[in-house]
């Protein structure tokens, strides 16, 4: 099976950096939609960043600026390197894969808190 395995997060403080990993195992294709969603206490899952197999990026506008989202074809990873980080961004970083006519798979999550 396919599974999609987050590290990185953290506790760091308002101003500091963290970069997550997303390891993609189980397939020897590498050429889905991924990215990262979070969600904070009390919200709804929001869209951070994705990127296609192509490289091209989007990102939500709160993160701007801030945040780089990349992919590595040999490891099989994607990366988010939050910079600047603010306390709005604390919050379960989930990595997801896009299934063609098939939905989301998601991972198992990260925590990354931000203190001010």
């Known amino acids: 099976q396919v599974q999609l395995v987050e590290s990185g997060g953290g506790l760091v403080q308002a101003g500091g950096s963290l970069r997550l990993s997303c390891l993609q195992s189980?397939?020897?294709?590498?050429?889905?939609?991924m990215g990262w969603y979070r969600q904070a206490p009390g919200k709804q899952r929001e869209l951070v960043a994705g990127i296609t197999s192509g490289g091209s990026a989007n990102y939500a506008d709160s993160v701007k600026g801030r945040f780089t989202i990349s992919r590595d074809s040999a490891k099989k990873t994607i990366y988010l390197q939050m910079n600047n980080l603010k306390p709005e961004d604390t919050g379960v970083y989930y990595c997801y894969r896009e299934i063609v006519r098939s939905g989301t798979q998601w991972g198992q999550g990260t925590q990354v808190t931000v203190s001010s």
């Open positions: 189980g397939s020897i294709f590498f050429l889905n939609t």
